[in-house]
């Protein structure tokens, strides 16, 4: 079965995978692989509050394609991919988290009712690289002494993913093993054949359970087709907001140089200076000089 350029980490497939109440084993795994990797212990359900039907997915549409799960003990978590950088990425992130915690008390409930919410991110894009750990985990801690937890219901890990890739797997020993599995599936399922893949990943069931999945999705033409119509999209969207930014950088510096001319211009009037010596000097009229104020 060919791939055909569909990634492990393809958003569209990510949430089809994680979403479909049968694969309950398998996005537990890939929690428990995230929490048992930090020291926190493992938990016994992941149900997915926010199911995911592929069929009724409009790809050229901007939908969130994220996982929200809850655990037996009432814990959630945010999972989704990044594949490609952006501006305000982090304080998106953040936004996320807060948008998830936030939703959690309705109003006149008691604070005390809030509980955890932990957000996974897997970057393909470099992050952090002041950070020897691959797995980067952000809690709200205190400055002067990070033993002190403010509180236990923020934390954000980052699987960096990208890092990992371009050091050509280097550091994947900082992991857990059924992380590491984890990791060697989305950075290699798309490059190796199927029964060197399928042989590294046999002692970590739910991840080759997961590759098999990955399989069949990138076999279906179907499936092929919505995945490369997602990316299509991603990728105009990025070009688009791209195009934005710099048409917002050039008015910017045409607004910052004809400011920087307007203050030359009435520095000059103050000082005495013919209007025609300043039109020449600044390019503006003498009519727009002689109304400076």
């Known amino acids: 079965m ?27 795994s890939l929690l428990n692989a995230v929490m048992t990797d930090i020291g926190e212990p493992a938990i016994t359900k992941a149900t997915v509050l926010n199911p995911f039907n592929i069929q009724d997915y409009p790809a ?50 008691k604070y005390n009712q809030l509980l955890p919410v932990r957000t996974v991110i897997i970057t393909e894009f470099p992050v952090f690289p002041m950070l020897q750990r691959l797995h980067a985990v952000f809690e709200l801690r205190s400055r002067e002494n990070p033993d002190v937890l403010f509180s236990k219901h923020c934390q954000i890990h980052v699987l960096r993913l990208g890092d990992l890739i371009r050091n050509d797997l280097a550091g994947l020993d900082q992991f857990g093993l059924d992380l590491q599995r984890w990791l060697q599936f989305w950075a290699l399922g798309e490059k190796l054949e199927e029964v060197t893949m399928t042989a590294m990943l046999q002692d970590c069931p739910p991840v080759q359970e997961a590759y098999r999945e990955y399989r069949e999705f990138a076999a279906d033409p179907a499936m092929r087709e919505k995945a490369r119509a997602r990316q299509r ?3 105009e969207q990025m070009i688009i907001t791209a195009q934005a930014e710099a048409r917002g950088e050039a008015r910017g510096e045409a607004r910052g140089i004809a400011k920087e001319k307007t203050e030359t211009a009435l520095n000059l009037k103050r000082l005495g200076i013919p209007l025609i010596t300043i039109a020449e000097a600044t390019g503006l009229s003498q009519s727009a000089i002689e109304g400076l104020k």
């Open 2 to 28: 060919k791939t055909d350029g569909v990634s492990p980490t393809a958003d569209i497939f990510i949430a089809s995978l994680y979403s479909a109440p049968k694969n309950e084993p398998i996005l537990r």
């Open 60 to 109: 050229d549409k901007q939908i969130r394609l994220d996982v929200l799960v809850e655990d037996e003990a009432k814990a959630f978590y945010n999972v989704e991919v990044q594949v490609d950088p952006h501006t305000g990425f982090f304080d998106r992130m953040l936004y996320y988290w807060a948008e998830v915690y936030g939703s959690l008390l309705e109003k006149g409930e």
């Open 233 to 235: 999209f991603l990728d």
